[in-house]
């Protein structure tokens, strides 16, 4: 490969991070939902084994029969991705479990006596597979299931301010099942299940197991006090030190203590203070009767000086007491409760539960107790998830390990104590945007939920045919569709499963790792809140603050940061490096957002060990001055907080944030080029969003290359196996969602040696295995005869004969097959009223040949439709009874190309289609190919050495691969049809693809990396562009008040470092043709000056003599270093050469007059993109149309068929113009004017003249405007 040095300057504190797995969530996600490369008894209980293992084991009601799991399996593909996107079919696998039945009897002595146990492997049907890009394919069409925030399981505080007061609740959110809310009416605590009916919260207590002895004791904080010598060790429940802190004396801040306690190290539900003796007397009374000292202290005494001193010296090493001054609060609400609860037992607080959720009030209290368990005891329907119980737990004080996925007692009795606690501080609610109270819900999320309707279905079907007989193959019981019908709807039957966005890898990885935020809540994108939509300190490193939307959607739409992650929970974590650590030992640590609570961080670009008093940090939502010493984190990388759009913006800090955001869309709408050309001031994560994007081919094995066509390439691998070859197979006219095309061109050449990740191949919008969107032009930012003026652009016709901006598209002509016999309509080349060469560019069903020209109106496929013969005269049906029928007359009416279609037909297929693919029809398995392989196999093993040795430039020569390839040409091919898909399906397509090729040209939008878009205005031709002293001609003209007003200064400071870039170029291939000696001299003379440079990194490439800048983003060069590398980049003699000024400006010179500008002007290279917003796509006309009902006027857009509306410029024009009867017709009949539309109609039919007009529909509402403000307005009719 090519070889390159890189410069840059010494390592920082903080080495660079290396890439981010852009699509590693994707991929993690679905791994977990299938687990389908972990052998079945090495799986864990999440995704798909976790659903299935809460089915099984099943019994029978009667319990004679038992089914149990041993594992599912999943299938390979039946087709490969490529075959499946061609045949548009879908890309899945087969799903089979394999169940064990056991047929018991019950035994005398309450056994089971087992007659026989089965195992059955039953299929239950296909799982749509993510392919190796990240993204699923569903009916031939790439499709990507966008993550969504929702709000996450566990506890909150809420607030409900209404007209007269403001009260404080707490929800408890489960991950599936009933909403709880405990509110305070009255101080007594209330229940509200699925908003219904206020409730005692006494009943859910009671409904699961709490008795009505052991309510006042589960409100009663006990502290362990432990009498020494010193003073006082008592021992604090942390579910009463997190809701209650006035256990001990008030002099001490609450904050503080409740701080001290949650820091404190020991056991998770406890924590060990010591206090003074002063402390706990007469404060705390004894909790139950305790022997002390030999003397029995009853319950309710007080702790008193002598009391605890016999406690010291007695044998009992502690005491029960509890705070009397403040667990009467408890107390008091829970009798105010009490006192509306009417129920004795659980069976009649469930009961009543029940009526409360039901339509009437009596409930049997079998069927309640069937609904209560329903609601809250049954895991199927009511679960907390592992993050909500932690939540639970964290939030209440309870032991991590505490409970389970359904709440208990004790759950619902912390719930009232901080419901309480919160009412008396008066504590503000949770923060519903909060990082800590959402969760991310990905694609095992998603299809998990899908799939658990139809597995809870299938259990149904078990349970029913258990009971009843069970049959020896399961397959007729169950509905083996319901799991791919399933799946298939949650892939395109919902807002967050799209199309993928394939204008080019940049889309394709940002539209993958989107992140809805309003996707899974009731308000839409119209009512949401302005707090939803704004950025949140906790998205640090978590979700991008730039790239959002456009619109409505602005802030509900979010894109996941460049190095984010998502756990198995849905907490999104950001990579930090503790402060402190050695350079050397720099390990990056994912950290959640509970985890970063109360911690302070550093921006990676401020060391930490600096000797400044104060750095710049973050601590929560404020930015403040600390000392370095406080700090806890540093970011693990420059561009954390940025997603991978955003972070390929050069000097992305010294532009605005809307422009930056700008530029990060505009960056997904760049159309590929056909020779795309890499940045020459670049980020360093192009690298990064062209390899996880999967557009460049990179070799998996280093070895030899033996072939290299366009349809493929050959690798011999290094190594000892003989006849080994590996095949990686090129697209050609792939055609993408957005009709760009997506080809792979060869990088290598016969006879090359690659290493294991050499890139051997590019694909759309890559240059060696980096993304390429654009290319480098040379811009000028001066006014050039207002053809720049506002956010026009002026380009060089030398750009457009250059061909740098082609671009190639493909439109898709689809036709519906009619597979009916009763279908009329037949496809046939056999049109009437066409010509001989018309019907020789169709094949034999009709559909045009492949690579035939096609233009407006030419035939693309051939139909043709019985003609309706009117009622025939007696003779003539006389003569067709005597000479028999003639044939019918037909009726062309073929498909035909619009005026907007002319290209090269490069393709036709129906899709979905049944048949697989042959050999020659998937991409890459040419003759060529085969043969070659085949030859090398036969030759290695004939010659019993390995394939790397042969010479394939003899086999070549002597024409061998031709002779093999005549003589296996009709062999069939050897297909493994056991696994081949069925499709019952008539309904199928007929798809023609036609390319086409695009240039640059007047209309079309281009744009800059840093949100600096235009519109082609003028291609001037290259005589007349302005040039620089050194003859080179000025390629794009902007306007500079563009960047001033719009505040992005990162345009100009690229221009400046583009430019530096080529001086070195230029310097380097000067000295190239020097000596040896020279050339080293001077090399290391430049080389030496650019590793002075303390920012920013500088790659220089041997082979092609070419230098390229590195400013990743927030950490780029200053304008003071962009000044030195000047200095080193051109000498004094090579400024005068090129024409450039002191200031770093040039002069240049009218290429009609010759004569130079007045001023220097600011030149340099910029990386400028053609947007897929193209004029040939937008360029419509009409004659006649539809028109708005209310307004009547044309309707807006090409695919409505709009037409131009007369506005204000427009009446301009024609007064200009003095076209009077005109703009009177336009104003009039041909607008609003509905009376005189219908005299002109009938006069024109009737042939009067002249027509006779009347007042326009909007001039009769201006007047009636006019006299509601009390102005007396009358239309008087013109005098003839």
């Not at 422009?659 to 690298?687: D, F, K, W, Y």
Request: with cysteine; aromatic share 4%; hydrophobic share 35%.
């Amino acid at each position: 490969m090519t070889p390159t040095v890189r410069l840059r300057s010494p390592m920082p504190c903080i080495p660079p991070a290396r890439a981010p797995d852009l699509i590693g969530a994707q991929r993690a996600s679905f791994h977990r939902l299938t687990q389908h490369r972990i052998h079945p008894e090495a799986r864990y209980p999440r995704g798909l084994q976790r659903e299935l293992g809460a089915l099984f084991p099943m019994m029978s009601h009667d319990g004679a029969a038992l089914v149990e799991l041993l594992k599912y399996t999943i299938g390979r593909p039946c087709n490969g991705a490529t075959e499946c996107l061609l045949r548009g079919i879908t890309y899945s696998a087969p799903v089979s479990i394999t169940l064990r039945v056991t047929s018991r009897t019950p035994s005398t002595d309450g056994t089971w006596h087992v007659r026989h146990a089965r195992t059955h492997l039953v299929y239950i049907g296909n799982m749509p597979m993510m392919s190796s890009r990240g993204s699923f394919i569903v009916h031939g069409t790439e499709r990507a299931l966008i993550m969504d925030q929702r709000k996450s399981a566990g506890l909150f505080l809420t607030s409900n301010i209404d007209h007269h007061s403001h009260t404080c609740g707490v929800r408890v959110t489960p991950h599936r099942g009933t909403w709880l809310e405990l509110s305070l009416h009255d101080c007594a605590v209330l229940l509200r299940i699925n908003c219904t009916n206020n409730m005692p919260v006494t009943l859910l207590l009671k409904g699961l197991g709490a008795r009505n002895y052991a309510l006042p004791s589960m409100f009663t904080p006990i502290v362990v006090i432990a009498p020494c010598i010193d003073g006082i060790i008592a021992t604090v429940d942390m579910s009463d030190a997190v809701g209650e802190v006035l256990h001990f004396s008030l002099r001490r801040g609450l904050t503080t203590m409740a701080h001290r306690l949650g820091r404190w190290p020991g056991s998770p539900s406890q924590r060990t203070l010591s206090i003074d003796e002063a402390e706990v007397v007469n404060q705390f009374s004894l909790s139950s009767d305790a022997c002390i000292a030999g003397r029995t202290v009853t319950k309710g005494a007080l702790l008193s000086h002598r009391l605890l001193a016999r406690a010291r010296v007695g044998v009992r090493a502690y005491i029960d007491a509890v705070n009397r001054c403040h667990h009467g609060a408890y107390m008091h609400h829970m009798y105010r409760t009490l006192r509306m609860d009417r129920t004795v037992d659980p069976h009649d607080a469930r009961a009543c539960i029940a009526g409360n959720m039901g339509t009437t009030r009596h409930v049997h209290p079998t069927a309640a107790h069937r609904t209560f368990q329903g609601l809250m005891e049954d895991s199927r329907t009511y679960c907390l998830s592992a993050r909500g119980r932690s939540q639970i737990n964290a939030r209440t004080g309870r032991h991590p390990r505490d409970g389970g996925d359904t709440l208990d007692y004790r759950d619902i009795a912390h719930a009232v104590k901080l419901l309480v606690n919160t009412a008396r501080r008066s504590d503000s609610p949770d923060d519903v945007d909060d990082m800590r109270n959402r969760r991310t819900r990905d694609v095992c999320s998603a299809l998990r939920d899908a799939l658990r309707p139809a597995l809870l279905s299938m259990e149904r079907r078990i349970r029913c045919h258990a009971a009843l007989h069970m049959p020896d193959d399961l397959t007729h019981i169950l509905c083996t569709h319901a799991i791919t019908h399933r799946a298939f709807d949650a892939l395109t039957c919902t807002n967050l499963s799209q199309p993928l966005d394939q204008t080019n890898p940049l889309a394709e990885v940002t539209h993958k790792r989107r992140v809805s935020i309003v996707a899974g809540s009731a308000t839409g994108a119209r009512h949401a809140p302005i707090g939803a939509r704004d950025v949140h300190a906790t998205h640090y490193g978590r979700l991008c603050p730039v790239e959002t939307p456009e619109g409505q959607n602005i802030g509900l739409i979010a894109s996941l940061a460049a190095h984010a992650r998502i756990d198995a929970h849905g907490t999104m974590h950001a990579p930090y490096i503790a402060a402190g650590t050695a350079a050397t030992r720099c390990r990056e640590r994912y950290i959640s957002p509970q985890e970063e609570e109360g911690a302070m961080s550093a921006p990676s670009a401020i060391e930490p060990h600096t000797r400044r008093r104060s750095i710049m940090a973050r601590l929560g939502r404020k930015v403040i001055m600390a000392h370095p010493s406080a700090i806890s984190f540093v970011d693990a990388a420059h561009d954390m907080p940025v997603s991978s759009a955003t972070a390929t913006i050069p000097f992305l800090e010294h532009n605005d944030a809307c422009r930056a955001l700008m530029g990060s869309n505009m960056e997904r709408q760049a159309v590929p080029c056909v020779i795309p050309r890499r940045p020459r001031v670049h980020t360093g994560m192009e690298l990064a969003v062209a390899l996880h994007a999967g557009v460049a081919i990179r070799a998996r094995h280093a070895g030899r290359v033996a072939y290299v066509d366009p349809l493929h390439i050959a690798i011999v691998p290094r190594g000892d196996t003989p006849g080994s070859t590996h095949t990686y197979r090129l697209a050609r006219n792939a055609r993408t969602n957005q009709g760009t095309v997506a080809d792979h061109r060869p990088k290598v050449t016969p006879g090359a040696y690659v290493e294991a990740g050499d890139v051997i191949a590019d694909g759309a919008a890559c240059d060696a295995g980096e993304l390429a969107l654009g290319q480098d032009v040379l811009v000028a930012f001066m006014p050039w005869e207002g053809y720049n003026y506002e956010d026009s652009v002026a380009v060089s016709e030398a750009l457009q004969r250059s061909g740098a901006y082609f671009s190639v598209h493909i439109d898709e002509v689809s036709v519906a097959l009619c597979g009916d016999e009763t279908c009329s309509t037949t496809q046939s080349r056999c049109i009437p009223g066409i010509t001989q060469a018309q019907r020789y560019r169709l094949d034999e069903r009709g559909v045009v040949k492949v690579g035939a020209r096609v233009y407006p109106g030419d035939i693309i496929v051939g139909r043709i439709s019985p003609r309706t013969a009117p009622m025939a005269a007696y003779e003539e049906r006389l003569l067709r009874a005597v000479l028999g029928p003639c044939a019918p007359a037909h009726r062309d009416v073929s498909v035909r190309a619009t005026p907007c279609q002319a290209g090269t037909v490069v393709s036709t297929r129906v899709a979905p289609s049944a048949e697989p693919l042959a050999p020659s029809e998937l991409p890459g398995q040419s003759a060529g190919e085969q043969c070659m392989l085949r030859l090398l196999q036969r030759q290695a093993r004939a010659a019993g050495s390995n394939a790397a040795t042969l010479d394939i430039y003899r086999l070549l020569q002597h024409g061998a691969c031709d002779t093999y390839a005549a003589q296996h040409h009709h062999q069939p091919s050897n297909i493994d049809q056991h696994h081949a898909c069925t499709y019952t399906s008539t309904a199928r397509t007929l798809k023609v693809a036609i390319a086409y090729r695009l240039n640059l040209q007047s209309g079309d939008k281009v744009s800059g990396r840093h949100g600096n878009k235009g519109v082609v205005s003028k291609v001037v031709t290259a005589e007349d562009m302005p040039y620089m002293k050194d003859g080179r001609i000025i390629d794009v003209i902007l306007n500079p008040l563009g960047v001033p007003s719009r505040m992005n200064v990162g345009q100009l400071l690229e221009t400046h470092l583009g430019l530096i870039s080529m001086a070195l170029e230029v310097r380097a291939r000067t000295v190239a043709f020097s000596s040896q000696r020279c050339v080293d001299a001077a090399m290391h003379d430049v080389l030496y000056h650019c590793r002075m440079f303390h920012t920013g990194h500088l790659i220089y490439t041997e082979a092609s003599m070419s230098f390229r800048t590195v400013s990743p983003a927030f950490n780029g060069p200053c304008e003071a270093t962009i000044r030195r590398m000047a200095k080193v980049s051109v000498s004094q003699g090579a400024r005068f050469q090129h024409g450039l000024h002191r200031r770093h400006q040039a002069i240049l010179y009218d290429g009609r007059t010759g004569m130079p500008f007045d001023r220097p002007v600011t030149v340099g290279y910029m990386y400028y993109l053609k947007l897929n917003h193209l004029v040939r796509h937008k360029v419509h006309s009409r004659s006649t149309g539809p028109y708005s009902a209310v307004t009547e006027q044309p309707l807006g857009g090409k695919a409505r068929m709009g037409g131009q509306r007369v506005g204000e410029m427009e009446v301009w024009a024609l007064e200009a113009h003095g076209a009077a009867i005109t703009l009177h017709e336009m104003l009039t009949v041909k607008s609003d004017d509905v009376g005189g539309r219908r005299r002109v109609s009938e006069h024109t039919a009737r042939a009067v003249r002249p027509l006779c007009y009347g007042t326009p529909e909007s001039i009769s509402l201006l007047v009636s405007e006019l006299r509601a403000l009390c102005i007396d307005v009358a239309t008087e009719p013109r005098q003839a």
